[in-house]
């Protein structure tokens, strides 16, 4: 099937999918395909029960939760331009992965409350009772693996553990992507790396090289060879 | 049936989000978007191994297989690669030759269509190619470092459609997600370029998914008659009779249905009076290693993923005759500014130890460290050839039985120190090139304790040789046409019939001798000698 054939089927197939084309450029003979809500994504019917399965779990109480959301937006605050860990939904995320990856229960509800522990032994209050001035002096204690004192080593590898989750949970939503500047998934010709980078780069194209590579206004014509496998089309 | 144009079967163009893991690979082993149904470990179908040896074995249970997450990269072996026996004595020549072959090779350029370039290079023979993508940012990197080592880099192959072929498949959009299936046909798999193209031009052929195939069933005479099969959706037991059967189960599975095919003539497997079904098992060795290269630092971001692979390689160039292991390997390039998923940030900041900056932390900072590194990193990987060696096999497990009650394999297999000092060199090499690109590798160097790095057998999934070719039926099991020397109307086009595996990704050879077979098939019939 060919590519505007298929997309135009995808189009009609899966209306309540969303899928939009936008108008083509004749010259380059491309669409653009949106995905606008997306309906599954391509599981098997027995994928399908099992990530259900998953989401009907509930593995941490809801202080728990209130604890992984604060963690989460000290983490990864709002900024001027973008919005907070939480505002990302990456305590949801994270519900989900500790389900998903059993490993990751322990070590996370065991941290979760030795966080507590030591907040009650500095503040008599658990950490989320706590002021935001008390609940960043005992981060800070954990937060930098190198000059953490050996005793505090626990705390270090949870926090370790709770900044990868989210970051890995923001960076891979919509909102995490945009601020990385993330621009693929999306149909389009690849014509090389832009000059102005290269030339940022001290770097260029060998002639030689690129001579033999595709001439991108030619490749909708079907491609033919001569005798010797030189492409003539 | 999987098919990647139908939305409810489509990973293609998915965001990270769309997956509630976001990517992760807890379920399907290369990750949630791949398009492989299946995995090296899969529920109720279990293998085992014996005296503490590894063997991992990956199987995809679905139309089209394990094509349709492969690397697409389509390497023809060479001259050299079908008579390795006569240059370094070890293991044994394949009865054919590159003559043979070359003209299958063709037909599978034109039919499927791959990029490439002419080299003229002696054991990278030229093809029917289609034009290479342009280098990334990385190969350029790539290409000026190993250039600088004395080492070749040259545009990689890979059958991916950067050019139209027919007026069937669409032509590569460069999303860099071939493993997730291509809904434009832009890349081959078995599904989208051989099977459905035959159903869409009114051919007769019948598929019956589900079906696991038990055995092959012969007559009085030793004749294949057709195969038995559970179909596993109702659990029950069929068979389909046939004139010919021809098996392309995977090296593995096809020697599981030969060695359970007993029968009084075939006690010991059907077509196995050599005793070599199932033997002479070898993997492609695979080693890697990653390095993070300053000059990338806080790239300016734009869309790169070009090709659902990489763009640069590099070819076996040295002479063994001069090195401590006997058979070559060629170089894989990754990296780039890639899509996100599940792992994405992990530990970002512990680069900060060797670059500037705080270890740990939290806030904005992180936010700062995080696009300092992204698409900074890069890879490579290298592929190499083993020596096939008869006390590597697959057998039937004496005692246990999948789901479906068909007794189930069980695999020995050991490297040799030819790999082990073939791991070695790649380890040196990746240096050499990262040395000469100014790049910080990352990680230890594994050392002897670890293989030097070296991948336990099946993780790189080329396994081959378990019904390997040779003229001689009392060691091998296979003719020339793939031909079970024992059952004329019974044959094996898969990776079993191989007799030594380049440093090559097997597809490519296995497509050249199906295609050369099916020709010997219809000839034999003609003549009616089958």
Known sequence: MDRRESLKSLLVGSVAGGLVINGCTPAEKQEEVIVKKPVGYGRTAKEKLHDERLRMEQLFAEGELETIAILCDIILPATADFGSATEAGVPEFIEFMAKDIPRHQVPLKGGLMWLDSQSNERFNLDFRSCSPEQQLMVIDEIAYPDKAPDHLKHGVVFFSLMRNLTLTGYYTTEMGIKELGYVGNQPNVWDGVPQEVLDEHNLSYDPEWISRCVDQSKRMDIAQWDEEGNLIT | ?530
């Open chain 2, 1 to 530: 049936m999987f098919d990647p144009t139908n939305d409810a079967h489509r990973t293609q163009l998915r965001w990270p989000w769309e997956s509630p893991r976001r990517g992760a690979s807890t379920v399907r082993a290369f990750g949630d978007f791949d398009s492989a149904y299946g995995g090296w470990e899969i529920d109720g179908e279990p293998y085992t191994r014996k005296n503490g040896t590894e063997f991992d074995w990956f199987r995809s249970r679905m139309v089209g297989g394990r094509t349709n997450h492969w690397g697409r990269i389509s390497l023809r072996f060479g001259p050299r690669d079908f008579k390795r026996k006569d240059i370094d004595g070890l293991g044994s020549n394949w009865p054919i030759g590159y003559e043979d072959v070359a003209p299958y090779y063709d037909k599978v350029d034109k039919l499927i269509g791959i990029f490439g370039t002419k080299e003229n290079f002696p054991n990278e023979p030229n093809g029917y190619f289609l034009p290479p993508p342009k280098p990334r940012l990385h190969e350029l990197y790539y290409i000026d470092a190993a250039r600088k080592a004395k080492i070749p880099a040259i545009p990689s192959r890979l059958s991916i459609l950067t050019k139209k072929i027919n007026n069937e498949r669409g032509v590569c959009f460069y999303c860099r997600q071939c493993s997730r299936g291509c809904m434009v046909h832009a890349d081959f798999s078995a599904g989208t370029c051989l099977i459905f193209p035959t159903q869409k031009a009114g051919k007769s052929i019948k598929i019956f998914t589900n079906a696991m195939v038990r055995e092959v069933i012969t007559n009085d005479e030793g004749k294949a008659t057709g195969v038995s099969y559970i179909n596993k959706q109702d659990r029950k037991e069929y068979s389909i009779r046939a004139k010919i059967v021809v098996l392309a189960a995977s090296a593995c599975s096809t020697a599981r249905i030969l060695l359970n095919s007993k029968s009084s003539r075939f006690s010991n497997g059907l077509g196995n009076g050599s005793g070599l079904i199932g033997k002479y098992l070898h993997d492609s060795t695979g080693a890697s290693r990653s390095a993070i290269v300053p000059a990338m630092f806080n790239r300016k971001t734009y869309n790169e993923d070009g090709v659902g692979g990489m763009h640069v390689y590099t070819p076996w160039w040295l002479d063994n005759k001069k090195l401590d292991f006997p058979r070559g390997y060629h170089l894989e390039v990754w990296g780039g500014m890639g899509m996100p998923s599940y792992g994405f940030g992990f530990n970002v900041s512990d680069l900060n130890e060797q670059f500037g900056g705080t270890v740990g932390g939290y806030g904005t900072k992180l936010r700062e460290d995080v696009k300092k590194y992204y698409g900074a990193v890069m890879g490579i990987s290298g592929r190499g050839e083993s020596v096939p060696q008869l006390d590597n096999y697959c057998e039937i497990d004496p005692e246990l039985v999948d789901e479906y009650g068909i007794p189930v394999l069980r695999f020995h297999y050991k490297w040799t120190d030819y790999e082990r000092a073939q791991a070695k060199h790649m380890h040196n090499t990746f240096e050499q090139i990262f040395e000469a690109m100014g790049a910080q590798p990352l990680g230890e160097k594994p050392g002897k304790d670890q293989d030097y790095g070296l991948l336990a057998p099946g993780r790189i999934i080329h396994e081959v040789g378990t019904t390997r070719m040779g003229d001689d039926p009392t060691k091998s099991v296979v003719n020339r046409y793939q031909q079970l020397h024992e059952v004329d109307n019974l044959f094996v086009v898969d990776g079993g019939p191989f007799v030594s595996q380049a440093d090559k990704n097997p597809t490519w050879t296995i497509l050249a001798l199906a295609w050369r077979t099916s020709d010997y098939i219809i000839d034999q019939l003609n003549k009616q000698n089958i």
